[in-house]
Nanobody
Framework: QVQLVESGGGLVEPGGSLRVSCAAS????????MSWYRQAPGKERELVAS????????NYADSVKGRFAISRDNVKSTVYLQMSYLKPEDTAVYYC????????????WGQGTQVTVSS
């Protein structure tokens, strides 16, 4: 079956950096749009960044542009989110999402990893 396993979350001070990873299995990784979402307490889940296609086209939420970078390794079936200049408002559970590029109703979620930005 399909599994998305996130790792790399933790506690970091404001201004610091952190990289979260999502390892996928049970799917043809290269044909899926891979995205990171986040959900803070009391807020709706929001799209942070996504990457798709042979050219690795990316898009970012305005709130993270210039600070976060999404990348993928199709050999390792892993997507990464490098987060820099972290702010307390980046605190959330970060979820990995895989959505088929053509059959868009075919989508999967990871279990989430907690990122806390605090001094």
């Amino acid at each position: 079956q399909v599994q998305l396993v996130e790792s790399g979350g933790g506690l970091v001070e404001p201004g610091g950096s952190l990289r979260v990873s999502c390892a996928a299995s049970g799917l043809t990784f290269s044909v899926f749009r891979m995205s990171w979402y986040r959900q803070a307490p009391g807020k709706e889940r929001e799209l942070v960044a996504s990457i798709v296609g042979t050219d690795d086209l990316t898009n970012y939420a305005d709130s993270v542009k210039g600070r976060f970078a999404i990348s993928r390794d199709n050999v390792k079936s892993t997507v990464y989110l490098q987060m820099s200049y972290l702010k307390p408002e980046d605190t959330a559970v970060y979820y990995c999402n895989a959505r088929h590029r053509v059959f868009i109703n075919l989508a999967y979620w990871g279990q989430g990893t907690q990122v806390t930005v605090s001094s």
